[in-house]
């Protein structure tokens, strides 16, 4: 059974960091692109950053720009999101998906889905 699992959101301070995981099981992530997405309530949900299956190609949305940084472990089988000087802002579900090779920025183009993590970012 192919499946990704998020992990590593919680409660943070404005200007605080996390860092999220995404790790898979059931296939080796070194072929696919995993994006990050993103989802507040009532609205839709975005694609915040990406990563090619080789690495060649990373995406970063202009919110999340200098302060996300996305990179893979494949001798571990995960993706990270590394997040700093978060703001009330980035509050929201993030969400890891998962498409072979290529970053696409639309979520009906990533075949697979984690269940996603709460980041929540108040004093």
């Known amino acids: 059974q192919l499946q990704l699992v998020e992990s590593g959101g919680g409660l943070v301070q404005p200007g605080g960091s996390l860092r999220l995981s995404c790790a898979a099981s059931?296939?080796?992530?070194?072929?696919?692109?995993i994006g990050w997405f993103r989802q507040v309530p009532g609205k839709e949900r975005k694609r915040i950053s990406c990563?090619?299956?080789?690495?060649?190609?990373?995406y970063y949305g202009d919110s999340v720009k200098g302060r996300f940084t996305i990179s893979r472990d494949n001798a571990k089988n995960t993706v990270y999101l590394q997040i700093n000087s978060l703001k009330p802002g980035d509050t929201a579900v993030y969400y890891c998906?998962?498409?072979?090779?290529?970053?696409?920025?639309?979520?009906?183009?990533?075949?697979?889905w984690g269940q996603g993590t709460q980041v929540t970012v108040s004093s």
């Open positions: 990563i090619s299956g080789r690495s060649d190609f990373i």
């Open positions: 998906a998962g498409r072979l090779n290529y970053c696409k920025p639309d979520v009906s183009q990533y075949d697979y």
């Open positions: 059931g296939f080796t992530l070194d072929e696919y692109a």
